[in-house]
């Protein structure tokens, strides 16, 4: 069965930076964008990066920009999301996903989900 497995979250300090990864199986993993997500305590989930299926176009929401890259590695099946210059606001659930790459912004662009890793910063 389809499962997306996300690793590495934990607790940083401000200014620190984690590397995230997720762990796909049970899908045609190449022809899928894969996106990353978050969601804070009480808010909604919301878009951070998203990545093509080859690799060749990336996206992110403008609070990461220049701060997180994601990658991937298709002949390993696995997303990675390496966060530099992490801040207090970056506190959060991270999710992969993936989704056909006909929209990459929404939740509901995505087929696939993990169960979500989680991230501190502290200040």
């Known amino acids: 069965q389809v499962q997306l497995v996300e690793s590495g979250g934990g607790l940083v300090q401000a200014g620190g930076s984690l590397r995230i990864s997720c762990a796909a199986s049970g899908f045609a993993f190449s022809r899928y964008y894969m996106g990353w997500f978050r969601q804070p305590p009480g808010k909604e989930r919301e878009f951070v990066a998203a990545?093509?299926?080859?690799?060749?176009?990336?996206f992110y929401t403008d609070s990461v920009k220049d701060r997180f890259t994601i990658s991937r590695d298709n002949a390993k099946n696995t997303a990675h999301l390496l966060m530099n210059s992490l801040k207090p606001e970056d506190t959060a659930a991270y999710y992969c996903?993936?989704?056909?790459?006909?929209?990459?912004?929404?939740?509901?662009?995505?087929?696939?989900w993990g169960q979500g890793t989680q991230v501190a910063v502290s200040s």
């Open positions: 990545i093509s299926w080859g690799g060749g176009n990336t």
């Open positions: 996903a993936a989704g056909g790459g006909v929209g990459i912004e929404s939740v509901a662009d995505y087929d696939y």
